[in-house]
């Protein structure tokens, strides 16, 4: 079967860095996604990645791997409103998305 | 308007009850996509549409159907409401020729079934 793998819930404090991995077993790959979702708010799209290596955009950059099956999300200085939950996608060889259950990141002061 | 609208934004519903769940699209956006969202679990695609005039069944199709007769509206109808479909549910499209193919989702219509 298909599977997405990421960390249910992870703790940081405000203006530390903090990685969020993801780690896929998909039938072929097609690109990877990371969303953001506020609580009780829809997904917005993040970052994209389908080819090897890290795609840096302002305070969050997404690394991947596609011969480990490995992505992660870094974000760096954190903020109070990067408090939400991070969702890891993959296109698999039919273009049809996978969904990880999400990464809730809480962000202390 | 300006992205996907989706209404109602809460709905609480007896079983057996039809319910029609509406999505509109001002992007003009080929794909549509209705997904639902339960604690603990990921986005899980109910049914999509390519394009006006088809429509495709997704991971979870059973007990919804979905028409798309133009390329803005897409709505979701629950036949007869049963309470496992109690979730928040999400309206997706997407521009394939986009070269990341991203989704933009509308904010979600929660809905409760007693």
């Known amino acids: 079967g298909q599977n997405i793998d990421q960390p249910t819930e992870m703790t940081a404090t405000e203006g530390a860095i903090v990685q969020i991995n993801c780690t896929y077993q998909t039938s072929g790959f097609n690109g990877l996604f990371w969303y953001q979702q506020h609580a009780g708010e829809a997904p917005t799209f993040l970052s994209y990645n389908v080819l090897d290596g890290l795609e840096e955009k302002g305070r969050f950059s997404s690394f991947l791997s596609r011969s480990k099956g490995y992505s992660y999300l870094l974000l760096k200085e954190l903020q109070m409103k990067d408090s939400a939950s991070y969702l890891c996608?993959?296109?698999?060889?039919?273009?049809?998305?996978?969904w990880g259950a999400g990464t809730k990141l809480i962000i202390k002061p | 308007i300006a992205g996907i609208t989706q209404a109602p934004t809460s709905q609480i519903l007896a079983a057996g009850r039809r319910m029609t769940l509406r999505c509109t699209q001002d992007m003009r956006h080929n794909a549509m996509y209705w997904y639902r969202q339960d604690l603990g679990l990921g986005l899980r695609l109910i049914h999509y549409s390519n394009t006006a005039g088809t429509t495709g069944k997704g991971e979870v199709p059973d007990g919804y159907s979905v028409s798309r007769a133009n390329t803005d509206d897409f709505p979701l109808t629950l036949a007869s409401a049963v309470p496992s479909q109690t979730s928040v549910y999400f309206c997706a499209s997407s521009d394939p020729d986009r070269t990341t193919g991203e989704l933009f989702f509308g904010e979600g219509s929660r809905l409760t079934v007693l």
């Open positions: 996608a993959v296109h698999d060889s039919n273009y049809q998305l996978i």
